[in-house]
T-cell receptor
């Protein structure tokens, strides 16, 4: 079964600084990969997804992620963080033919300093 | 498209009581999922429906939990004889799947507190 590791529980960056959130997955075949963001007390909003093709994926709110098969990683990046980006970020991996089996990481909480 | 909605948003109950949550998916989505999220963790899969059929249940879903999607539209999740360990955020998601993994869109969740 697939699994996801988000090594950083909490990250603090200054507003305007660049951001990289790490995600490592374990899966035997080509994974479907997702990044979601969750604001306090809210549900999850999809930022971006990777199914196939170009390994650099663009998402909403200026986020991008790069799929690196050799490193089993799908790190999320943003060149300049805004105060409104403060939230919890979840990486998830799914299997193409097992629709129910999407696994989430434990999340990375992002704090943005003014 | 108004997104996935869930009601109530918050529920406080006493141990031993029954609770029921409702999820209204995006209208054209044929799949509906329930997840549980505890503090500091990502969502954990509970069960999912393809139209009105409940296709899989996680081992996390004890016999006190039951979910229905009677007409293939909205779904309800009932917890009987609640326990303090049931306190969590219950998330619903829906997707349009046609032979593969469609993107799941999440509702705002129902936060349950069992006293």
């Amino acid at each position: 079964a697939q699994s996801v590791t988000q090594p950083d529980i909490h990250i603090t960056v200054s507003e305007g600084a660049s951001l990289e959130l790490r995600c490592n997955y374990s899966y035997g075949a080509t994974p479907y990969l997702f990044w979601y963001v969750q604001s306090p007390g809210q549900g999850l909003q999809l930022l971006l997804k990777y199914f196939s093709g170009d390994t650099l994926v663009q998402g909403i709110k200026g986020f991008e992620a790069e799929f690196k098969r050799s490193q089993s990683s799908f790190n999320l990046r943003k060149p300049s963080v805004h105060w409104s980006d403060a939230a919890e970020y979840f990486c998830a991996v799914g299997a193409k033919y097992n629709n129910n089996d999407m696994r989430f990481g434990a999340g990375t909480r992002l704090t943005v300093k003014p | 498209d108004t997104g996935v909605s869930q009601n109530p948003r918050h529920k406080i109950t006493k141990r031993g009581q029954n609770v029921t949550f409702r999820c209204d998916p995006i209208s054209e989505h044929n799949r509906l999922y329930w997840y549980r999220q505890t503090l500091g963790q990502g969502p954990e899969f509970l069960t999912y429906f393809q139209n009105e059929a409940q296709l899989e249940k996680s081992r996390l879903l004890s016999d006190r939990f039951s979910a229905e999607r009677p007409k293939g539209s909205f779904s309800t999740l009932e917890i009987q004889r609640t326990e303090q360990g049931d306190s969590a955020m219950y998330l619903c998601a829906s997707s349009l799947d046609a032979g593969g993994l469609g993107t799941q869109y999440f509702g705002p969740g129902t936060r349950l507190l069992v006293l």
